[in-house]
Structures are given as C-alpha cells and as structure tokens.
C-alpha cells in the first residue's frame, strides 16, 4: 500500500473521528490530506523510502490566527500527537517540537508561502518564471481527503499549471538549448576530442528535452530524482525515455557519439512533432533553434515576450 493509501486510512480510522468529537466547531475551517515533500506525496514511495522522512501521518491544515489562534493550533497539535504511534507495521515520525514537520497541524498561509513565496498562492509574471517548478509541484501534490473551508483547494487550483505565457516562454527556452546543444555544439566537441564537454552537452540536451516533454504535457516537472519516473507516466512523449537515458549514461566513442548524434535529432522530431500538434510554430525546419523562436514570438504578453528567450530556463 502507497504512503499516501496508508495516511488516508489512518485518517478516515483515527483522525476523522478525533476532529468530529473534539473540535467540531473547526472542522469546517480545514482541510486534511498529505501534500508537500516527500515521494509518498507523488506516489512514487516504495520500501527504499521507509528509511528516510517517511511518515504516515497527515497534515491538518489551519486558517490564519484571525480564524484559529494558536491556542487552538496548540490544542489540535497536541490531540495528533497522541493518536497512535503506529499503524498496519509502520510507525509515525516524532514531531518536530520547534516546527518544521512535513505532518501535523499547519498553517495554510506558511505552507503555500514555503513552496510559492506567497500565503495565498497569488503569483506573478516574474514569480512563475522564476519559481522552480519542483516546488510548484510540491504545492499541488499528493492528495486532499477534506476541506471545510474550501481555501485551501481553492489556491491548489490557482496553481495548478503554469499561465499559457510562462509555458511558453519556458519551451522556447529549452528548445533554444536542445538545439544549441544537441544539434550543435555536441558534435563540434566531439570533433575537437573534446569528450567530456560533449557529455556536458548532451546532458543539458538531455534534461532541456526532459522539460519540454513535460511542458508540452502541461504538467510540472518534479524534483530531478523523479524526473524520468514522472516522464514514463506522461499520456505523450513517454517514448522519450529510454533514448535520453542512453544519451546521458553512454560514452562518447567513434561509435556511440555517432549514434547519440542519431538519437538527439529523432528526439527533436519528436518534440517538435508536438509543438507543431499543438499549433505552437510555424517555423518549417527541423532546427530546433528556429522552432525556439517561433514559439517565442506567439507569447501574447509584450513584456514577457521581450524577456530574454533563456529567461526562465
């Protein structure tokens, strides 16, 4: 059973009721459910994640003090911590006694603050292009079992994906270093013998590619140790990913370098395939470097447009 399975049972077995009977005059001000960090939180915990932060607890997120004064918070607080220390053979983390806990009561304003910068989730032009979307993933993962209140999904749906612009920008910047690196550079270093700056190169085609996938999904892409986990899961692209593990974990040999110059155009016909399914360029070639371009100049926004095109990547 995943992390996320094991906390909403033992929510609906031991947290519902003690809300219910405790404090019913508050349950319809929170919302319950496991968000944040963590790989339980994207469903991508197994027995390795036992070992490290893993919880199976959940957070009971609470209004500003204006709502709930922290005596409140203090008191819900103290009835998680004495619901049962272990459930179906696993135990639950101790919670941090000066805050800082990934479970437990939290203030939905701090949580929302930590992964945007801002309480209520209000973002803009220049917060989404620079805010990592790994923390953006981090603040509409896992799942929600209930919210009285509302908020808290409210701002979940504010954040949910990236405004057309910013997407937009953020592709034409990766397809700008797809073609710098993959389709240029990585066979001059080559050329030159320059082997380990060739593997920079592919590298930076490699994870350029791996974003705009994931862009062109319309999802974020997570933290880079669930990147190619998350790419398998993606309804287009997913074919993506056995080529660019190859092109990051093989040498650079006479041979190989030949067939990673192979595999780094097939993959740049993929992707732009899509972005031309997606009515996203007009540019007629198959240089990734002018596709890049093209999608920058369909950004509605003057401001955002002008930017540098590698502004966001």
């Given at each position: 059973m995943k992390g996320i399975e094991l906390s909403e049972a033992f929510y609906r077995e031991f947290g519902e009721p003690m809300i219910r009977d405790s404090f019913p005059e508050f349950?319809?001000?929170?919302?319950?459910?496991?968000?944040?960090?963590?790989?339980?939180?994207?469903?991508?915990?197994?027995?390795?994640?036992?070992?490290?932060?893993?919880?199976?607890?959940?957070?009971i997120f609470i209004p500003d003090e204006d709502v709930i004064d922290s005596r409140v918070?203090?008191?819900?607080?103290?009835?998680?911590?004495?619901?049962?220390?272990?459930?179906?053979?696993?135990?639950?983390?101790?919670l941090a006694p000066v805050g800082g806990s990934r479970r437990g009561v939290i203030r939905m304003s701090e949580f929302f603050k930590s992964k945007t910068?801002?309480?209520?989730?209000?973002?803009?032009?220049?917060?989404?292009?620079?805010?990592?979307?790994?923390?953006?993933?981090?603040?509409?993962?896992?799942?929600?079992?209930?919210?009285?209140?509302?908020?808290?999904?409210?701002?979940?749906?504010?954040?949910?994906?990236?405004?057309?612009?910013?997407?937009?920008?953020?592709?034409?910047?990766?397809?700008?270093?797809?073609?710098?690196s993959g389709q240029y550079n990585y066979g001059r270093c080559i050329a030159?013998?320059?082997t380990a700056a060739a593997q920079m190169a592919m590298c930076d085609f490699a994870?350029?590619?791996?974003?705009?996938?994931?862009?062109?999904?319309?999802?974020?892409?997570?933290?880079?140790?669930w990147s190619f986990r998350a790419l398998r899961e993606l309804p287009l692209l997913s074919n993506l990913h056995e080529p660019l593990e190859y092109l990051i974990s093989s040498a650079n040999g006479e041979g190989e370098s030949a067939q990673k110059t192979k595999i780094a155009e097939r993959?740049?016909?993929?992707?732009?395939?899509e972005v031309r399914?997606?009515?996203?360029?007009?540019?007629?070639?198959?240089?990734?470097?002018?596709?890049?371009?093209?999608?920058?100049?369909?950004?509605?926004?003057p401001d955002?447009?002008?930017?540098?095109?590698?502004?966001a990547v």
């Amino acid at each position: 059973m995943k992390g996320i399975e094991l906390s909403e049972a033992f929510y609906r077995e031991f947290g519902e009721p003690m809300i219910r009977d405790s404090f019913p005059e508050f349950e319809g001000l929170i919302a319950v459910g496991v968000a944040g960090s963590g790989s339980e939180c994207f469903g991508y915990d197994d027995e390795l994640s036992h070992d490290h932060d893993f919880d199976i607890g959940f957070c009971i997120f609470i209004p500003d003090e204006d709502v709930i004064d922290s005596r409140v918070e203090f008191t819900l607080e103290r009835a998680y911590s004495r619901l049962p220390r272990s459930f179906r053979g696993f135990e639950r983390s101790l919670l941090a006694p000066v805050g800082g806990s990934r479970r437990g009561v939290i203030r939905m304003s701090e949580f929302f603050k930590s992964k945007t910068g801002n309480p209520e989730g209000e973002l803009s032009p220049t917060d989404w292009l620079m805010l990592p979307e790994q923390s953006l993933a981090e603040a509409v993962n896992g799942k929600i079992f209930f919210d009285g209140l509302g908020k808290f999904t409210e701002i979940r749906q504010k954040l949910a994906y990236l405004p057309e612009d910013i997407r937009r920008k953020k592709l034409a910047g990766e397809l700008l270093v797809m073609g710098q690196s993959g389709q240029y550079n990585y066979g001059r270093c080559i050329a030159r013998g320059e082997t380990a700056a060739a593997q920079m190169a592919m590298c930076d085609f490699a994870r350029s590619a791996l974003h705009a996938a994931f862009l062109l999904n319309k999802q974020y892409m997570p933290y880079y140790k669930w990147s190619f986990r998350a790419l398998r899961e993606l309804p287009l692209l997913s074919n993506l990913h056995e080529p660019l593990e190859y092109l990051i974990s093989s040498a650079n040999g006479e041979g190989e370098s030949a067939q990673k110059t192979k595999i780094a155009e097939r993959i740049c016909a993929d992707i732009i395939d899509e972005v031309r399914r997606q009515e996203l360029t007009d540019y007629k070639g198959t240089e990734a470097e002018g596709h890049a371009y093209s999608v920058n100049d369909r950004i509605s926004s003057p401001d955002i447009r002008n930017l540098h095109i590698l502004c966001a990547v």
